[in-house]
């Protein structure tokens, strides 16, 4: 992973446009052909277009970094050429490459816009947010680029979860847990640590698996102290000795909450865009404690958890960021899918590709409560999925021929700013 900055000569003469330009790709091996190299050429074809002249203030690639994450150096660099007034607009082939993640993604658009008027050059043009139509194109492309990585990485996540339920420890990118080690073939062959390759499995290392079952045993002996887990580490000392007793980079009681030890190997994907996901083996070979003892520690672990460990204090609200719902009652939409009419619709909850189902008039409760002028009823279009086990239906934000009663408003945008804040 890597992000490169680069400034270049500016144009003296104030009448040049002043551009910042970003292209990212989330793998290293999109550096050329239909990476970097595209985005460079559809940015500058962008550039040519506008009718302004234009002066390349700064030069920003992202090589191996994910649009998921958020904040990046790149955009928060980018922010504070705003704040020093040396940007008019930033360049970019499209909203993808400043994030995946629709709020942040929209947020982003939103300050350099509205606080530091920086418009947004992409492909087929120049957008102003503080202008209603832009606006909702943002909102729509933002949500677009969201959904199609959540759609992708789903695909690529259940693959994998399918992979590791065959056996294939690989594909999890884990390194071997403490009691086991790595076999290739049914032999030994080199370093018995490290992490689980291709080809590779994994069997009980015996040496280290006594050391387990008098973890889980004295957790159980001694039940749940504040202090257990180092007088665990004492008590395995004083039986084994301390070249015996687990690293310090070993969490106790992450090792005693691994289900691999029953003989149940799990993975666990817990996705920004997804939520969770998991897959399980069941591998009576690998079992190390018995069922009962790993319950009975399981539940003194909560009942641990429960009178030392404190719940995390809730955040306060940030009012520099929008979230999804301020995002959408800014154009008086509700919490719904949105897709531009190119995107096919797909069920969030089986993948099939969705039917339209004719239109669905939103009740007055859709809409901001604080603000009067906002055509009552909006449309939106119903989609429904044809498998017959899944049978989900779906509201979309009508295309932009169908939005004429939104547009149809005389609502100063200030109002609608300041409902979102």
Not at 170 to 187: A, L
Not at 273 to 292: F, P, W
Not at 294 to 303: A, H, I, N, R
Request: aromatic share 8%; glycine share 6%.
């Amino acid at each position: 992973m890597s992000t490169s900055t680069r400034s270049v000569s500016s144009a003296s003469d104030s009448n040049f446009l002043r551009v910042a330009t970003l292209k990212r790709v989330s793998s290293d091996k999109q550096t050329s052909g239909g990476g970097l190299d595209a985005q460079t050429r559809i940015i500058e074809e962008a550039l040519n277009d506008i009718e302004e002249e234009t002066s390349i203030e700064r030069e920003i690639e992202e090589k191996g970094i994910s649009g998921t994450k958020f904040p990046r150096s790149s955009l928060l660099e980018l922010l504070a050429e705003a704040r020093e007034g040396k940007l008019d607009a930033l360049a970019v082939k499209d909203v993808s490459r400043i994030g995946r993640l629709a709020a942040p993604t929209f947020g982003f658009i939103w300050l350099l816009n509205h606080d530091f008027n920086i418009e947004l050059i992409v492909e087929d043009g120049r957008y102003n947010i503080q202008r209603k139509s832009d606006l909702i194109q943002m909102f729509f492309r933002t949500l677009n680029a969201e959904l199609k990585n959540r759609f992708r990485t789903s695909y690529v996540h259940e693959s994998q979860l399918e992979e590791f339920r065959q056996g294939n420890f690989h594909v999890t990118g884990r390194h071997v847990r403490f009691g086991y080690k790595k076999v290739r073939n049914d032999e030994m062959e080199g370093e018995l640590k490290g992490q689980i390759a291709d080809g590779e499995e994994i069997e009980i290392n015996q040496h280290e698996a006594e050391v387990v079952k008098t973890v889980f045993s004295e957790l159980v002996d001694i039940g749940p102290a504040r202090n257990a887990f180092s007088r665990i580490r004492d008590r395995v000392e004083a039986e084994f000795g301390r070249e015996r007793i687990p690293g310090d980079n070993i969490n106790l009681k992450d090792l005693l909450r691994n289900p691999i030890y029953k003989g149940t190997p799990t993975w666990e994907i817990n996705a920004v865009t997804e939520g969770h996901k998991s897959a399980t083996m069941n591998r009576e070979d690998l079992q190390i404690v018995t069922d009962s003892t790993f319950e009975e520690v399981q539940k003194v672990l909560d009942t641990r958890d429960s009178r030392y460990t404190q719940a995390a204090p809730e955040k306060e609200d940030n009012l520099d960021g929008l979230t999804l719902q301020q995002i959408a009652s800014i154009v008086g939409l509700s919490r719904l899918t949105a897709f531009e009419d190119v995107v096919r619709i797909h069920c969030p909850s089986c993948g099939e590709e969705m039917h339209d189902n004719g239109k669905w008039r939103a009740t007055s409760d859709l809409k901001p409560s604080n603000i009067d002028d906002i055509a009552d009823e909006p449309i939106l279009k119903r989609y429904s999925c044809p498998n017959g086990n899944c049978e989900r239906s779906e509201k979309r934000f009508p295309n932009e021929f169908e939005a004429y009663l939104l547009f149809d408003t005389d609502i100063p945008l200030d109002k609608l700013v300041n409902y979102a804040d």
